[in-house]
């Protein structure tokens, strides 16, 4: 959200930014209070700002009245879950104390867990407005009391049509206009020298390059399985996963098991000034992730011109058109995954007889597909129209006066990110 914030300031908008927990450079004390921005952080809480919110919740226990119902007595969410609804209530309501005298006008929080819950209960003890952005596991995994937050919000900004037809699928109570597509987007490089097919070495060695936080839901031991089986095929290959985190141990020990410490190399965290080094050595891009929303790393790849290979999930087709623009594999068809890696490999090695092939069309057109829809700049600037519009229409259907015609009022409005 970071980059949003920058484009809404830029535009003359006062935004606070916010926090639930304090933000992990504060901790450490390697943010300049004075080079940066104040974030507001919930952290560490008061006892006077606990007391402090609930008299505040008890003078305008009316406006909550309807959330606290919700927790106790409707839905079907478990007796811990509801408990730890009604601690963000108490938050959210402590989150209200520190805004008090900030003149917001708006709040928007960028996911839906737990932080939603208390933008949510804080907007409504403001009586301001309040929206969100959706990503993908806070709607498709966890979704917790996401029906409320939905019908409570202004309007749900989300990255890709396909959460979009989910939201409205599976929350057909929600008002159709007021769920909004804002698609991410990437940096493209100034020289795209690094876009054209990869001069591979005599020995036809095929790269394959992985990027992604080494978590359960990446599902890195699904590549370093498929590793196996080509090693197995006769493939002459190595695999580079580009990333740290808690899998890495157990990573390590199935790479191991399967006799791979000649191919497939765990990289740990690569800064990002080496990432195109290894965006160049690589022929294929590959995406072995059980659930997303649409990885930039994707389209990071698809800029330097890297084939790539995704599980056909979520939001990712939007990107990766299969054929096209990209290949798509079934999600979890081990045999699938490998028999696309083998078809790719076979191209790559025909290629090289002929000026232009088929993959330099699709590396082309993968460019253009980028720079066309996900291109960070033009989204940031759609984003910063967009929601600037949507919060003046409903300043002047708050006042009675026409959606129309209208310039948003940049310099009176004050968002709250959380």
């Given at each position: 959200?970071g ?8 535009r ?8 639930v927990?304090m ?8 943010v ?27 003078r ?12 106790l007595?409707?839905?079907k ?10 601690l ?10 520190l ?14 867990y737990?932080?939603?819950w208390?933008?949510?209960?804080a907007?409504?003890?403001l009586?301001?407005s ?9 709607l498709?995994?966890?979704a917790?009391?996401l ?7 202004q ?7 396909y959460n ?16 909004i597509?804002?698609?991410l ?12 097919r ?12 992985a ?9 890195h031991?699904?590549l ?23 899998e890495?141990?157990?990573?390590e020990?199935?790479?191991?098991e ?17 990432m195109?080094?290894?965006y ?8 072995t ?8 790393v ?28 990209g290949?798509?594999?079934m ?22 007889r ?7 069309w699709?590396r082309?057109?993968?460019?253009v ?8 700049r033009?989204?940031?600037t ?10 003046a229409?409903q ?8 959606t129309?015609?209208w ?5 009176d ?6």
């Amino acid at each position: 959200m970071g980059e949003e914030i920058r484009e809404l300031r830029q535009r003359g908008v006062q935004v606070i930014s916010g926090s639930v927990r304090m933000p992990y450079e504060a901790q450490r004390g390697s943010v300049s209070t004075a080079s940066e921005p104040e974030i507001l952080s919930l952290q560490p809480l008061r006892v006077l700002t606990l007391l402090r919110a609930l008299a505040l919740a008890a003078r305008r226990w009316k406006r909550i009245t309807s959330l606290v119902t919700r927790v106790l007595l409707q839905g079907k969410e478990s007796p811990n879950r509801r408990l730890k609804a009604l601690l963000h209530t108490w938050l959210g309501a402590c989150y209200a104390v520190l805004l008090l005298e900030r003149g917001v006008d708006h709040i928007h929080v960028h996911h839906g867990y737990f932080g939603s819950w208390i933008g949510m209960v804080a907007a409504r003890l403001l009586g301001v407005s309040f929206s969100l952005t959706l990503h993908g596991s806070d709607l498709l995994v966890e979704a917790a009391y996401l029906d409320t937050k939905l019908k409570n919000c202004q309007f749900c900004v989300t990255i890709s049509e396909y959460n979009r037809r989910y939201i409205l699928e599976h929350f057909p109570a929600t008002n159709p206009r007021k769920v909004i597509v804002s698609r991410l987007g990437v940096e493209v490089p100034e020289h795209l020298e690094s876009t054209r097919r990869v001069t591979r070495a005599a020995r036809h060695t095929l790269t394959l390059l992985a990027v992604g936080r080494l978590h359960a839901v990446k599902d890195h031991a699904f590549l370093v399985r498929a590793c196996a089986r080509l090693r197995d095929r006769g493939l002459d290959f190595e695999c580079a996963i580009a990333g740290e985190g808690p899998e890495r141990q157990r990573l390590e020990l199935i790479i191991r098991e399967k006799r791979l410490l000649d191919r497939v190399m765990l990289l740990g965290h690569v800064a990002r000034q080496q990432m195109d080094a290894l965006y160049r050595r690589a022929d294929m891009f590959v995406l072995t992730s059980r659930s997303e929303g649409i990885p930039l790393v994707l389209m990071e790849a698809m800029v330097r011109g890297r084939i790539v290979l995704a599980p056909a999930i979520t939001g990712i087709p939007e990107v990766v058109i299969p054929g096209k623009t990209g290949f798509l594999y079934m999600p979890g068809e081990l045999e699938d995954f490998v028999a696309r890696i083998l078809f790719l490999q076979k191209q790559m090695s025909w290629e090289n007889r002929s000026a232009v092939s088929r993959l330099d069309w699709i590396r082309h057109a993968a460019l253009v597909q980028v720079l066309h829809n996900f291109s960070r700049r033009k989204n940031l600037t759609h984003f910063g129209n967009q929601f600037l519009q949507l919060i003046a229409a409903q300043d002047f259907a708050n006042k009675n006066f026409p959606t129309r015609d209208w310039s948003p009022p940049h310099e009176d409005l004050v968002l709250q990110q959380i």
